[in-house]
């Protein structure tokens, strides 16, 4: 495997002092090249070979794009009102004899957030923002499998507290996130026929996110201090298509934990 690639990132933020108003715009670039050869990949069932696909050399390359804004208004002494818009675009392209394939993915995402300051030591906040996952293909396999893009929206109420004369930080949140077109894994026909199975990146459907995270700590005195925290998630796919067979509707998303505590 050889991958080599180039990434930059430029901002320009404003800088008036004690001013109700901020800004950033910035733009970010990405290439990466990868590149694959592997002598020979075949099934073996019991020792037996089913299916030999011989050597496997493939090649994968990405160049995406980013160009995004945010602006803070300080709308009074307590509440403070925050936007920002982010357009990215993927142009993928894929490369394993005899197929070849490209493909561009873009999406717009916008988040905007409220921050409200009950007193000098305690805030809450809401907030909403959508994510974006390009889409792409599945390298390495035998048959010509692509998968599309991400999309999630995300809704989250949180609070920031301080106590004990400051010498206590509680952070603590409720979230809940609608998944589009989850990428997840998947099997796939090899060739049709034979039953043979391959695993894949798949859009099984949609999937609904809820949880309960928290951080808190305390500091015991200038060289101590103590900290707990965990979370609380619940995943579900609530939407899945009659072509694919990893998940039906109720299930779990794969890897992730219900529970974390530390």
Do not use: C
């Amino acid at each position: 495997t050889d991958i080599s690639g180039f990434s930059q990132e430029i901002r320009i933020a404003s800088a008036v002092e004690n001013s109700n108003f901020g800004w950033i715009v910035g733009a970010f670039y990405s290439g990466i090249d990868t590149a694959v050869s592997v002598d020979d990949i075949g099934f073996y069932n019991a020792g037996n070979l089913i299916l030999d696909f011989g050597s496997v050399d493939f090649s994968v390359s990405s160049e995406s794009i980013a160009l995004f804004a945010n602006i803070d208004y300080q709308i009074s002494s307590r509440l403070k009102f925050t936007a920002g818009l982010r357009y990215f675009e993927d142009d993928r392209s894929f490369e394993q004899s005899p197929i070849k394939e490209n493909g561009t993915f873009d999406h717009v995402s916008p988040m905007m957030s409220f921050n409200y300051a009950i007193g000098d030591d305690a805030s809450i906040y809401l907030r909403v923002a959508e994510g974006f996952r390009s889409g792409g293909f599945n390298p390495g396999a035998p048959v010509e499998t692509d998968f599309d893009p991400e999309t999630v929206r995300a809704y989250e109420l949180g609070t920031k507290v301080m106590l004990l004369d400051s010498k206590m930080s509680l952070d603590a949140s409720v979230f809940y996130s609608e998944y589009k077109d989850y990428q997840g894994n998947d099997r796939v026909s090899v060739d049709g026929s034979s039953g043979t199975l391959f695993s894949a990146t798949t859009n099984p459907g949609a999937a609904d996110i809820v949880g309960l995270e928290w951080s808190s700590t305390y500091n015991i005195s200038d060289r101590y201090s103590l900290g707990f925290s965990g979370h609380y998630i619940d995943t579900e796919f609530v939407k899945v298509s009659d072509t694919f067979n990893a998940y039906n509707v109720g299930d779990p998303i794969d890897n992730v934990p219900k529970y974390s505590i530390s």
